[in-house]
């Protein structure tokens, strides 16, 4: 560093500027160290927050899908609900390990008022890069079961990344 430090002054510009560059290619270095870091153990989608892991697998793409049951003969439910507004609850699948909120099921229920009562099982998927052979196949990253215990409150519980998560909510107009 003093190395780097005596040499921006060599160029003859002020040493308070010398200073803030420095100090920004040091909060870059960190940035990029820590992204990368994050990337390799799969926290975070590498395409967001302005890191490096972007260029080293094709964009995870998180996806959300929706089923009718909770069981193994649960059937996809075909377009005619608003989930731009769940992906965005969630902070639009950035952070990859992140449980499914109360927040977002109870806004997402408001908007989709067809859907209450309903068992449902929320399905988040994202792209897996695999190295041998080289390609892309979607993996499921998370699942959350919705039970409605009355008209108008459900419980749910789901599994992201080996970690489980449970917790009810009520729907209010």
Known sequence: MAWLGKHLGALGAPNIKNRVLLALLLVHVGW?????????NEQINPWKLGGYGMYTVPNPRPRVRLYEGLAEDRRLVKG????????????????????????SLEN???KNRKLIGKQLTV??????FLHDPIRTEKRVRGVTQIKW??????????KICGDQ?????????
């Open 32 to 40: 990029i160290s820590i992204h990368v870091s994050l990337v390799a």
């Open 80 to 103: 005619g609900y608003y989930s731009r507004a769940f992906a965005d609850d969630n902070r639009r699948f950035v952070f990859r390990c992140t449980e499914i909120s109360q927040n």
């Open 108 to 110: 997402f229920f408001r």
């Open 123 to 128: 399905v988040v998927e994202e792209r897996a």
């Open 149 to 158: 215990k009355s008209d108008f409150s459900f419980d749910y519980r789901g």
């Open 165 to 173: 998560y449970l917790g009810s909510g009520s729907i209010l107009f």
